[in-house]
């Protein structure tokens, strides 16, 4: 696939992908591509940052449409792998995987010690009934593969097809797949956000107006950066850069070049150019 450069405006205090990878777990960002953003110093100091994003959500229900890229995007969810910047697959909330000797089976070991944002252990079984609820409830899902089935046998989850499927991992890096706690109550994921194993979990969400997420104590990954991340929607893209001048936000997300000039006599931005698959 071609390879393009985008633009990214970052401050000097926030500089090169931590800006991009505040919200994302599993270690590195999720590789959305945007054209720019920019943040202020003020975020550090508070743990809080607000931030302007632009196609927002209708509702966080991850089977509905590609609402999971943002669900992902925000931090709340994961899935079993995931691609690094090399465009490689690494676990995630699988340790490993490996396939059959007749090419129909896929044995994941899922990992253990993680615990979904309400406090409840992610299981195989937990994970086997996530994906199931997404095969169940979304079309999309079969255009990736057909499970025949889907088992649980000690630490590992066990996903057979009728026909060898080899990017089968691959598919599962999708945030179609990201892993729910389906025991929960899930007629609430679209507007109280999923339970997720993310950084960050939902505490309020105004569909076309914000999404407020806060730090995960049960966050298996790491130390999340921050305390509170408000993720505010702000399509027009003067008004973004507007909001990001005046302090109202301290990031800026897809700000495209002609905006460039805003920012070119403030010494607390830089611009760089980040490759893009």
């Known amino acids: 696939m071609k390879k ?3 633009r990214r405006i970052c401050s000097t205090l926030l500089a090169g992908s931590m800006a991009a990878s505040l919200l994302t777990g599993c270690g590195s960002g999720n590789g959305e591509k945007s054209e720019g953003s920019a943040s202020s110093s003020s975020a550090q100091e508070k743990q809080e940052l607000t931030i302007g994003v632009t196609s927002f959500a209708d ?4 089977t ?5 890229w943002v669900v992902s995007r925000y931090g709340i969810g994961e899935t079993l792998v995931k691609f690094d910047e090399k465009g490689e697959i690494v676990p995630c909330l699988a340790e490993s995987w490996e396939n059959s000797q007749d090419k129909l089976t896929w044995t994941f070991k899922i990992r253990e010690g993680v615990k979904f944002s309400n406090g409840e252990e992610m299981t195989p079984e937990l994970v086997k009934a996530s994906l199931e609820r997404t095969f169940s409830l979304s079309d999309r899902a079969e255009t990736f593969f057909a499970p025949a089935s889907i088992e649980t046998e000690g630490q590992s989850l066990k996903i057979t097809t009728k026909e ?3 990017v089968l991992p691959g598919s599962l890096a999708d945030p179609l797949f990201l892993i729910v706690d389906a025991n929960a109550d899930t007629e609430s994921f679209a507007m109280s956000g999923p339970i997720c194993t993310g950084p ?4 309020s969400f105004s569909p076309t107006d914000s999404c407020v ?3 995960n104590e049960y966050y298996w990954g790491g130390e999340v950066p921050l305390e509170k ?3 505010k929607c702000i399509d027009d893209q003067t008004t973004r850069s507007m909001a990001l ?3 109202e936000i301290q990031i800026a997300y897809n700000l495209k070049t002609e905006n460039l000039a805003d920012f070119e006599n403030d010494d607390s931005i830089q611009v760089q150019e980040l490759e893009s698959l």
Do not use: M
């Not at 509702?59 to 991850?62: H, Q, V």
């Not at 509905?64 to 999971?68: L, M, N, P, R, V």
């Open 164 to 166: 060898p499927v080899a």
């Open 213 to 215: 997420v806060v730090k």
């Open 245 to 247: 001048q005046t302090g």
């Open 229 to 231: 991340v408000v993720l």
């Open 59 to 62: 509702t966080l229900e991850p």
């Open 64 to 68: 509905e449409q590609y609402f999971s």
């Open 200 to 203: 960050y979990a939902v505490e």
């Open 4 to 6: 393009k450069w985008v």
